[in-house]
């Protein structure tokens, strides 16, 4: 049988990470078995779910890359692929399990049922509902009362009592004991369906063959597998992922910094950074190679090699890993993406970005060799276009301005660029040279002191090509404000 996996996010905020994570381990396991991946919203949560969050959702997974093959955009077989539009199953399936004894009705209150369990836990008995208890409340006073409130019996499916146990492709062996819970709804008196028994019968209409999902899910498992057998269906493989934590041990939240695939975005991470910073939180390449085309992903992905116990999120890490891949960007894009941040900084204008293109790729193309993320280019290319009056009487400048040749140096490159109007990097270059051979400065000093005056830092980029994007005029200014007090 084909593989059939599915990513299914209640639309209720945005997409976090380990969400994210999720999805996209679905997504290598169906790409690498040649199957199907599914993307479905669980929106019966009507008070929360939202179709802003949705459209978020969708935004985030296709900004990642992480397409799918059937989903609520996207023509397939086994739709619709919201939950709020699959009613009619989840009413048709639960009649099914009526007519079959393996389900009732109940025209309980949920007040009543908190008292049921309330004198259960005062009898010291485990607080299980079951039909006994239930079946006193179905008077035909209660069906009209219910009748004429327009609410619909509640539905609960008959847990059978008896241990069931599944083999986790992560967790190896679960067994959840007998008597662990009793009967439980399956449809609410809204006619809703209530989360475990929806997506028993979405996998199971869906035919799902795995399902990928977080380990806050697996107590939800003993559920499932009981109404899977119920219908008397094939029970799908299960893999739970392990949690993700901050640095601190403790659930990864909004204390531990940006937690949403959106927040990263909007911090100038690129989508192949994340996915693949994200598949190795957890999962690792048999090789312990780290920076991985999407391709080596899906080819060496295997449940077997994803982690039990709990990842570490580290934000250093993913740094470190969207400075890789800001690098070996195509430029093109890489200026594409800065330009939001540089017109926000308000560096630039519109036009003055366009009108500059050239001088723009350029500088983007120096500065992105020190970035994490590209929130972080408009401060790195302000030491291009800021005006500035070093200071001279900065230390460790005029300890560097004391050593052999250095301050002559400066002045005969000073009057070179005074007298040559062409500017390309080459004459640049060939101008400090000669000015070098003349002056004969100690090396470190006199790089140290030419960037200080001219950039305002001792360090940053290539030194020719930072003086190159200063420009001619703001580097004779530079340098005549310095030499003329000498
Ligand atoms: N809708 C559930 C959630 O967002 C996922 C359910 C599942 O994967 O089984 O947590």
């Known amino acids: 049988m084909s593989v059939r996996v599915r990513f299914a996010p209640s639309p209720t905020g945005f997409l976090h990470v380990g969400g994210a994570r999720t999805a996209l381990y679905n997504y290598l396991f169906a790409k690498k078995h040649n199957g199907v991946f599914v993307l479905r919203i669980e929106d019966t949560d009507i008070e929360r779910s939202t179709k802003e969050s949705e459209d978020q959702l969708i935004d985030a997974l296709t900004w990642l890359g992480l397409d799918w093959d059937e989903g609520p955009n996207v023509k397939g077989e086994y739709g619709p692929y919201r939950q709020s539009e699959r009613k009619y199953i989840y009413k048709k399936m639960a009649e099914k399990l009526i007519n079959e004894g393996k389900a009732y009705y109940s025209y309980v209150y949920p007040e009543e049922m908190e008292a049921i369990k309330e004198k259960l836990s005062k009898e010291g008995k485990p607080p299980h509902y079951s039909y006994e208890l239930l079946e006193p409340y179905n008077t035909e006073e209660r069906k009209k009362e219910f009748e004429e409130k327009g609410l619909k019996p509640v539905v609960f499916f008959k847990m059978p009592r008896k241990a069931f146990s599944i083999n986790d492709l992560i967790k190896g062996p679960v067994t959840f004991g007998e008597g662990a819970i009793g009967d439980f709804i399956i449809m609410r008196s809204n006619g809703l369906p209530t989360y475990n028994y929806a997506v028993v019968i979405d996998d199971m209409t869906m035919e799902i063959t795995h399902v990928i999902r977080g380990d806050d899910h697996l107590s939800n498992t003993l559920r499932q597998v009981a109404l899977y057998e119920a219908f008397g269906v094939k029970i799908p493989e299960f ?227 930072t003086i190159h994007l200063i420009g001619r005029s703001r580097v004779l200014q530079r340098l005549e404000r310095v030499v003329a007090k000498w």
């Not at 430029?331 to 540089?342: G, Q, T, Y």
């Open 239 to 465: 893999a739970h992922v392990s949690m993700i934590l901050g640095p601190d041990g403790k659930k990864l939240s909004k204390r531990h910094g940006a937690t949403s695939v959106e927040e990263f975005r909007n911090k100038g991470y690129l989508p192949e950074a994340l996915v693949n910073y994200l598949a190795l939180l957890g999962w690792s390449h048999p090789e312990g190679k780290e920076i991985l085309t999407l391709n080596e992903m899906i080819e060496n992905f295997d449940l077997n090699r994803v982690n039990s116990s709990p990842a570490i999120f580290d934000n250093e890490k993913l740094k470190w890993m969207n400075g890789v891949y800001i690098r070996q960007a195509n430029l093109e894009r890489i200026v594409k993406l800065s330009k939001p941040f540089i017109l926000e900084k308000g560096l630039l204008t519109e036009e003055q970005f366009e009108n500059n293109k050239k001088w723009v790729t350029e500088a983007i193309d120096i500065v992105r060799e020190s970035v994490e993320d590209l929130s972080q280019i408009p401060d790195k290319l302000e030491t291009f276009l800021k005006d500035f009056e070093v200071d001279l009487d900065n230390e460790e400048l005029t300890d560097f301005l004391k050593a052999d040749g250095v301050k002559s140096t400066i002045k005969l490159i000073y009057e070179k660029v005074l007298n040559d109007p062409d500017w390309k990097v080459e004459t640049i270059l060939k101008n400090i040279k000669e000015a070098m051979k003349e002056s004969k400065p100690k090396k470190k000093p006199f790089y140290m002191s030419l960037r200080k005056i001219l950039t305002d830092s001792f360090e940053g980029p290539d030194l020719v090509k």
